[in-house]
């Protein structure tokens, strides 16, 4: 298996712009999340998805911030409109279920957002 | 929700000695914890998890502890080595979603 797969591993925009970060879980899992890393706040969870169903967007800081995902293979976060303080990585990482727990969360290589 | 606690934010060792990183969490009903190390500039990786039915888990050199009743485990690396150097973050799961801590940056010289 590939693992987590994200695309585009790194952003540059400009402020005001949209940003459409994307993401491939791991084929057979069923859980799926969104995180945000910096340097002050480190690893926040932003949203995650239970069977392509969003459980919790309480991480989610603003309305300029949504997130989908439409079918079990693929998910999407998009910043409209960004700005510089939404520079970032932001990962992506998937989970699965096995006797009724939730396993291992595997991360994907991360997207390294910079608003300019 | 669960909060999670860590410490310290950095750590500097001698290549050989040993690395004790702590944390605390919040949530009673959390039954699974894992530990992640980020090298610089790539993801958190999973190194060793624990669940709350175990005391104490090992795997080579790094091993984890768990005391449910003081809420509090702990990630033990002994005979450190340089390319132990990285960022790492505990994490504490009541239902799906991890909650990580802030993490330490552990620093082993030679």
């Known amino acids: 298996d590939a693992g987590v797969i994200q695309s585009p591993r790194h952003e540059v925009t400009e402020m005001g712009q949209e940003v459409t970060l994307r993401c491939k879980p791991i084929?057979?899992?069923?859980?799926l999340f969104w995180y945000r890393q910096t340097m002050m706040r480190g690893l926040e969870l932003l949203i995650y998805?239970?069977?392509?169903?969003?459980?919790?967007d309480s991480g989610m800081p603003e309305d300029r911030f949504s997130a989908k995902m439409p079918n079990a293979s693929f998910s999407t976060l998009k910043i409209q409109p960004s700005e510089p303080r939404d520079s970032a990585v932001y990962f992506c990482a998937s989970s699965g279920t096995s006797w009724g727990s939730q396993e291992t969360q595997y991360f994907g290589p991360g997207t390294r957002l910079l608003v300019l | 929700g669960e909060n999670v606690e860590q410490h310290p934010s950095t750590l500097s060792v001698q290549e050989g000695d040993s690395a004790v990183i702590k944390c605390t969490y919040s949530?009673?009903?959390?039954?699974?914890f894992p530990w992640y190390k980020q090298e610089l500039g790539k993801r958190p990786q999973l190194i060793i998890d624990i669940r709350s039915n175990v005391g104490e888990k090992k795997d080579q050199r790094i091993a984890v502890t768990l005391n449910k009743t003081a809420k509090h485990f702990s990630l033990h690396i002994t005979e450190t080595q340089p390319e132990d150097s990285a960022v790492y973050f505990c994490?504490?799961?009541?239902?799906?979603?991890?909650?990580f801590g802030k993490g330490t940056t552990l620093s082993v010289s030679s």
């Open positions: 994490a504490a799961r009541a239902g799906t979603a991890l909650i």
């Open positions: 949530d009673s009903a959390s039954n699974y």
């Open positions: 998805f239970n069977n392509n169903v969003p459980i919790d």
């Open positions: 084929s057979g899992h069923n859980s």
